[in-house]
């Protein structure tokens, strides 16, 4: 089957702790995304892909970091020097930068 | 900066009644705007993606019209159904620039 997975479904992180996010396609799409949601927000991008080996910020990077290592692959890293880091977390991939996005099935990490 | 704005934020209807949710974007050179389903603490389904050329689409029971010159999207649902029961949110694409601006959505409960 094709498609985006996001591990784990849950993640609770202890104050000062850095956690990983982990986000796999195996649709060969070049692009990929990490947005955040919030309670009644819409949502917001942190960090975007275009191809391996480079990334660019989003809205919301601070105390958040990524790799792309692999085109099926695009971790996110969120750091102690996030304040805020209780959301839901949703990863996604595009064929392109202009094309319809396909979004996996989410994180939502917990700081305890 | 692009502000997307989804009114009204809840909406429920008895089983049957047609729907039509609204979506207004602040910048009108836009390169598209997408339709997107949430359930419950799940990732995002792609529903219809309008190009800026385009004034409307339609995939089964679900009709998006476009209107730029005055920033307005609506998505209508035709003969409502309890399974449509979810959040639907509207991101749009400003031309040359590679993010999509999403608004917080509007949650929508059909009654049976």
């Known amino acids: 089957d094709g498609g985006i997975t996001q591990s784990p479904k849950y993640l609770f992180r202890k104050e000062g702790q850095n956690v990983t996010l982990s986000c796999e396609q195996n649709l060969n799409h070049d692009a990929m995304y990490w947005y955040r949601q919030d309670p009644g927000q819409g949502l917001r991008l942190i960090y975007y892909s275009q191809i391996v080996n480079d990334f660019q910020k989003g809205d919301i990077a601070e105390g958040y970091s990524v790799s792309r290592e692999k085109k099926e692959s695009f971790p996110l890293t969120v750091t102690s020097a996030q304040k805020n880091p209780t959301a839901f977390y949703l990863c996604a991939s595009s064929i392109w930068d202009t094309d319809t996005q396909y979004f996996g099935p989410g994180t939502r990490l917990t700081v305890l | 900066k692009q502000e997307v704005t989804q009114i009204p934020a809840a909406l429920s209807v008895p089983e049957g009644e047609n729907l039509v949710l609204n979506c207004s974007f602040t910048d009108s050179a836009i390169y598209n705007l997408q339709w997107f389903r949430q359930d419950p603490g799940k990732g995002l389904t792609s529903l219809l993606l309008i190009q800026s050329s385009q004034r409307e689409q339609t995939s089964g029971r679900l009709n998006a019209s476009l209107d730029k010159s005055s920033g307005r999207s609506t998505l209508y649902i035709a003969a409502s159904q309890p399974g449509d029961s979810a959040t639907y949110l509207c991101?749009?694409?400003?031309?040359?620039?590679?993010?999509?601006?999403f608004g917080a959505g509007t949650t929508v409960t059909v009654r049976a």
């Open positions: 991101a749009v694409r400003v031309i040359d620039d590679y993010k999509l601006s």
